[in-house]
């Protein structure tokens, strides 16, 4: 279980002076649950995964994972990140089963229990490629079996298949889903693609522009596995976006200066439309 109470972050700026990226978060995240973040461009999504991470460490509040406190990276949770991060001079066997070598696994017995992650991502004929031989869809598949290898309790997913063309990513949306449901590791996913969280998730939560709140839960009800011609998926789609408009609007008018409004029907059919990356 992930339990963030309070939780707010402000930023020095090397120009001086400093901005607050994070205002009083407070979610739970219970085990086994797909939760994903989602929100406009700079609204601190990614800042609330490296906060869970470990990786910074917040202004205000506290975070705890199954009760303790975090106060940096551990075991118990692994990030695959938007790069794939994959060593070019390690083959896929050896990439997934590098976290397993550093752990002082033997050899075999660690080439065992990375090729059942890799058989897991349907890799298995590519075991032996090395990075600049695979597609990047395949790369994303690798990075997620390295993940999977440490058999962590969390995994923190920071748009890990924002890079990828649209057929690659549904591709990859049902693999994900089919390996949590297999798993049901606990997943915080950030993501600026509606139709992705939607899919995908449990929970949605919609955050507000910076400082970044929590502005609004949806729980995504559909029967699993999802088929994206799901009309419930469809009609979360459209309240989800009718909770970004606002939203949206205060990025444009940050950004141009200009009193910009958006009109709700203006978005129809863009639900799967980039809404910009994270902090």
Known sequence: MIEIKGVSKTFNQRIGGNYKALDDITLTINKGEFVS?????????????????????????TIQVNGKKVTGAGADRVVVFQEHGLFPWLTVLDNVAFGLKQKGIAK??????????????????????????????????????RALAMDP????????????????????????????????????????????????????????T???????????????PRESSDSVLHHMEALIMDALADELEKVVREETGDEYSI??????GTASDSLGGGI
């Open 108 to 145: 075999k017995e660690r080439h065992e229990m990375a090729m059942e992650q890799i058989k897991s991502v349907h890799l298995s004929r590519f075991a032996d490629r090395y990075p600049h031989e695979l597609s990047g869809g395949m790369k994303q598949r690798a990075a997620i079996a």
């Open 210 to 224: 910076r400082p970044g709140t929590i502005k609004k839960e949806f729980a995504v009800k559909a029967a699993r």
């Open 263 to 268: 009109k709700k029907n203006d978005f129809s």
């Open 153 to 208: 309790e969390i995994l923190l997913m920071d748009e890990p298949f924002a890079a990828l063309d649209e057929q690659t990513r549904l591709i990859l949306h049902k693999e994900l889903e089919e390996i949590w449901m297999r798993t049901r590791k606990t997943i915080l996913f950030i993501t600026h693609n509606i139709r992705e969280a939607v899919i995908l998730s449990d929970r949605v939560l919609v955050m507000s």
């Open 37 to 61: 973040l989602l929100g406009p461009s700079g609204c601190g999504k990614s800042t609330v995964l490296n906060l869970v991470a470990g990786f910074d460490t917040q202004t205000e509040g």
